[in-house]
């Protein structure tokens, strides 16, 4: 039984046939190279290396600004935009919002209260905050340690006897 003939393989003899009459040389020009060799490190962003998830410094960073996670960068992209909207469109102010989700927060947890109360549920005890007092003291010793830092700049700057130094700080503040 003879095999049928597709279009595909008339195709693909086609192709070979061509292919084999195109001639094959490769130009000895030093400057065609140099061409080459500019135009492969222009395909690559800003002539780069290695990859850009390794520029990026790899993980979930990376895969976050390359959308590599859908969901997760979707979602950071919709919470930087609404804090976008909410500070510029809206003139919310950082601790107005602290406050606001304060009050919410305190007003779930009441009718959370009295609601179970009314239903003849056992009231669930609410977990108590406690924050630990050594994150404060190092939050503190940083905080006292850079204003320090400042201060011995400022007098360095007012002591040291260069006018130009002196000039350049306090026009700038």
């Not at 046939?17 to 080459?36: A, V, Y």
């Not at 669930?124 to 503190?140: A, M, N, Y």
């Not at 905080?143 to 700049?153: F, K, M």
Request: proline share 3%; glycine share 8%; charged share 20%.
């Amino acid at each position: 039984m003879p095999d049928k003939i597709t279009a595909e393989d008339i195709l693909t003899n086609l192709v070979e046939t061509f292919g084999e009459n195109i001639p094959k040389h490769k130009s000895g020009s030093f400057f065609e190279e140099e061409r080459d060799k500019a135009t492969a490190q222009f395909n690559k962003l800003f002539g780069r290396q290695k990859p850009i998830h390794h520029v990026l410094g790899g993980g979930k960073s990376a895969d976050v600004l390359l959308w590599r996670n859908k969901k997760i960068s979707a979602s950071v992209l919709g919470s930087a935009t609404a804090m976008w909207v909410l500070f510029e469109w809206l003139n919310y102010h950082f601790l107005t919002l602290l406050c606001l989700a304060l009050v919410l927060g305190m007003l779930v947890q009441f009718l959370w209260r009295n609601v179970s109360g009314l239903l003849n549920q056992s009231s669930s005890k609410v977990p108590r905050l406690v924050l630990p007092e050594e994150l404060f003291v190092s939050i503190g010793k940083s905080v006292g340690a850079e204003v320090n830092r400042a201060l011995l700049l400022l007098q360095n700057v007012s002591c040291g006897g260069n006018l130009k130094h002196f000039l350049v700080v306090c026009c700038r503040s």
